[in-house]
């Protein structure tokens, strides 16, 4: 069956490791009979700052309160263009693919402010039913829930820098903020990351591998495993506290470990 995908793009130049393999992925997905939407956020001028001016229907000589003054616009359907045209092709999406270089640990700032704006409040957050029984719909439900997501990154260092000894931690653990937090969190099903490491001495073999590694991953966007985070309202999690039940670790996990179920 034929999918939609949206490859929403963060890097300045388009001659780039990044830009090459986003060119990359939405030729295949094409040739797939797959349909697919770029946001490129540099080349689109993409503004990064929550302000004011994200909300023009507000009442300016008030204080502004971004969520307060965001569930506002989205409710009465007054957030500006830019934001309410990413929203539309995050809904018309089966899944969603980001493409980024990790920058300083993370993602690049426009990429982050794509998320800031985009995720209003009523869409990316504040979903759901919020009680002493179900603390909202999220963390496998919410308006994104049933579409899939990859990550695809490059960094730097070497592949040991970022293993569970490496210097630079975990991958996993370094791409939890957004795997889990900004995909997980309003329901996407995300699929373990695409990591290209040493990326800025890529010869054209090792793009060769690179590129060839990353269409085998879209060819299993939707037959390939997701990462097993738990849902927040399948009863693992207390609430309101929503911290996991006693008893329900595996084999003593810590940390973000804690959010992935144990392999049945």
């Not at 997905?29 to 229907?57: C, I």
């Not at 980024?100 to 990316?124: C, E, Q, T």
């Not at 994104?144 to 990154?153: D, E, F, Q, Y």
């Not at 099903?189 to 591998?209: C, E, H, N, W």
Request: no cysteine; aromatic share 10%; net charge neutral.
């Amino acid at each position: 069956m034929n999918k939609h995908i949206l490859i929403v793009h963060a890097h300045p130049e388009p001659a780039s490791l990044n830009g090459a393999l986003k060119d990359a992925m939405h030729a295949h997905l094409l040739a797939q009979g797959h349909s697919v939407e770029v946001s490129d956020l540099y080349a689109m001028g993409w503004k990064a700052a929550v302000d004011a001016a994200d909300f023009p229907q507000r009442d300016a000589s008030a204080r502004l309160r971004v969520p307060k003054d965001s569930h506002a616009a989205f409710a009465a359907d007054a957030l500006t263009a830019d934001v309410r045209a990413e929203q539309d092709k995050l809904r018309r999406a089966d899944a969603l693919i980001l493409q980024f270089p990790l920058w300083w640990y993370s993602m690049p700032a426009i990429l982050k402010g794509w998320f800031d704006r985009v995720y209003s409040y009523g869409f990316g957050y504040g979903v759901g039913e919020h009680s002493e029984r179900h603390w909202g719909d999220r963390y496998g439900e919410g308006a994104l829930a049933g579409k899939r997501a990859l990550v695809s990154v490059t960094a730097g260092g070497w592949q040991p820098h970022y293993s569970p000894r490496g210097i630079n931690g975990p991958i996993d653990d370094l791409l939890f903020p957004i795997n889990h937090g900004l995909l997980h969190y309003p329901g996407f099903d995300v699929l373990p990351p695409y990591v290209v490491y040493r990326s800025d001495r890529v010869d054209a073999g090792q793009f060769a591998q690179a590129r060839d590694g990353l269409l085998r991953r879209l060819d299993g966007l939707w037959s390939d495993a997701p990462i097993a985070y738990r849902r927040q309202n399948s009863g693992d999690y207390a609430v309101p506290s929503l911290e996991l039940k006693p008893g329900r670790e595996a084999g003593g996990e810590r940390g973000f470990g804690l959010h992935v179920a144990p392999a049945a």
